[in-house]
């Protein structure tokens, strides 16, 4: 894993339609040098970048990713949801992502959001590109996830890949969770983040992210008490103001 100290959310999801390539293209035109998405598998189980697990708020269209084809989900709109300028902007495929990502350089912090059964089939499917689309010359990634299982089951199937641990409060037994998932960072919603919980990631030695930050006297705080990474959907502006 290489760590940045920005990270654009979802490519920079304030500046550009979210988890796009478009919006990877002006993360990277804005300075940031990584980026998090989120990927899920279609129905036919071609992993895709997509944040919700229904098509509604990003394309307009009905159902579900996991229950619709690639060929159709090729076919939505999910650029116009943003602005007009974007009409057209399609949903990536992790290979067509990766392909850019690997032109511009960015690294990444690659978030799966496994369907309930799912997990083994994305982490495989996710694992199996990365391998074979994602060169050592370039910035290693971070593959995170809420599910547990997502993140067992790419331990499983590529145990050399850096996993994170995401949650939104640090649980009790982070620590065990953490060492049983090999995880080798940790990764926390910073309006829920007490200095209690801040204090023990560090103290333990693992490299803190927080999401989503968008308020630049927000992230020089959370820096100045140790946060490793700022995930914002307005990157230019943090990296501006660190
Ligand atoms: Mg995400």
Redo the contacts with the bound molecule.
């Keep these: 894993m290489r760590l940045e100290k920005v990270v654009g959310h ?1 490519g920079a999801a304030l500046r550009a339609p979210e988890n796009t390539l478009a919006g990877f293209r002006e993360a990277a035109a804005l300075g940031c040098r990584m980026v ?1 998405f ?1 990927v899920r598998l279609s129905r036919d189980g071609v992993p895709v970048v997509f ?1 919700d697990d229904r098509l509604k708020r990003v394309t307009g269209a009905e159902g579900a990713v996991g229950e619709t084809p690639l060929a159709d989900l090729k076919a939505l709109d999910a650029g116009s949801h943003f602005s007009p300028a974007y009409k057209g902007e399609a949903i990536p495929s992790l290979a067509e992502a990766l392909a850019l990502l690997a032109e511009l350089g960015l690294g990444f912090d690659l ?1 799966l959001k496994a369907d309930p059964g799912r997990e083994y089939p994305l982490a495989e499917a996710a694992a199996a590109l990365l391998e074979r689309r994602w060169p050592g010359s370039l910035p290693p990634p971070l593959v995170t996830s809420f599910e547990p299982l997502a993140l067992a089951a790419l331990k499983a199937r590529a145990p050399a890949l850096a996993r994170g641990y995401l949650v939104e409060v640090l649980p009790r037994e982070w620590r065990s969770e953490v060492e049983r998932l090999g995880a080798v960072a940790v990764i926390c919603n910073q309006r829920l983040l007490s200095r209690e919980a801040l204090r023990a990631v560090k103290s333990a030695g693992y490299p803190l992210l927080v999401y989503t930050v968008n308020h630049v006297e927000r992230a020089r705080s959370l820096v100045a008490d140790g946060v490793d990474a700022i995930i914002s959907d307005m990157p230019d502006a943090i990296l501006a103001a660190l």
């Design positions: 979802r998090e989120d944040h978030e």
